[in-house]
């Protein structure tokens, strides 16, 4: 019969049987770590029901356009250790981070230069660039993911209702020079959901919920290693304590102000305006 400190054992003993030596890997180390977490701080019956009841309601708070556990991981941190652990880019290649719980549905297809912000009210902006290879040549043909929520701080997938579905949202193909651009408006810090267990969490724990502004991008191409980013608003509120500790300091860019009527009638945006200029830096695969 097990007893305390012959359980873990006993449970490590019975995995060994598993076809999959990563799979027998990886529930060793949970199960250790598990148990040791559960010995350290003397888990009560109590606590271990009530954390039980946590992760049931939040299974139970997602849907097809909302991830809780995505949300969970994020906020724990964990989301962004993964994301470091498999993904470190050589010099000059642009930083990865976190996906979010908002890449939930396809982004339509969209030209060049077209307008992903379908609701107006934020301030007008246009996003351009380039997507290279880390050794300066660019790539033609290269895809561009984005989204980002409205001027308001809301995805599209949040008010069904009020958004147009793909609001926010482009595919977008860049040129024979790796060229991409489009326009939107410029984002603006948000929080994250708190109706839900996540947001519970935050505040028996005393944090604030909320993101800097900033833009998703998921960049590939042919022979190289997807990408998957944010560019971050300079001057954005939340930079230093980003609710899901996302921010790289390479990743802020500046947003900056534009006031010529020229200008903005050749991008087909009102005048004055905002533009950031980045490119996205790819590892060949």
């Known amino acids: 019969m097990a007893g305390d400190r012959t359980v873990t054992d006993e449970v490590v003993d019975s995995l060994r049987g598993s076809a999959d030596p990563r799979l027998r890997e990886l529930l060793t180390g949970l199960v250790r770590h598990l148990h040791a977490f559960a010995r350290e701080a003397r888990l009560t019956q109590q606590e271990w029901e009530r954390a039980i009841g946590f992760l049931t309601a939040t299974g139970q708070a997602c849907t097809d356009t909302r991830q809780e556990f995505i949300l969970l991981s994020d906020v724990l941190g964990l989301s962004m250790l993964v994301e470091t652990i498999n993904n470190r880019q050589g010099p000059g290649a642009t930083e990865s981070t976190v996906l979010g719980p908002f890449h939930m549905t396809e982004s339509p297809v969209r030209e060049l230069g077209a307008n992903i912000d379908l609701v107006g009210g934020g301030e007008p902006c246009v996003v351009s660039g380039r997507v290279l290879s880390r050794d300066g040549g660019p790539l033609p043909g290269a895809v561009v993911d984005v989204w980002q929520a409205d001027g308001n701080g809301f995805y599209d997938v949040q008010q069904p209702g009020v958004q147009p579905a793909g609001n926010g949202r482009g595919l977008f193909t860049a040129d024979d020079e790796g060229r991409f651009w489009f326009r939107t408006c410029v984002p603006s810090p948000y929080p994250i959901p708190t109706d839900g267990p ?45 609710a899901v500790f996302a921010v790289k300091p390479r990743l802020v860019a500046n947003f900056a102000p534009v006031d010529d009527p020229s200008a903005a009638r050749d991008f087909g945006v009102a005048n004055p305006f905002r533009h950031a200029r980045f490119d996205l830096v790819l590892e060949r695969a």
């Open 198 to 242: 996540v947001g519970g969490l935050l505040r028996a724990t005393g944090r604030h919920p909320y993101r800097p502004a900033h833009v998703h991008f998921i960049a590939s191409a042919e022979g190289h290693a997807p990408v998957t980013t944010h560019i971050f608003v300079a001057g954005s509120d939340y930079l230093d304590s980003d």
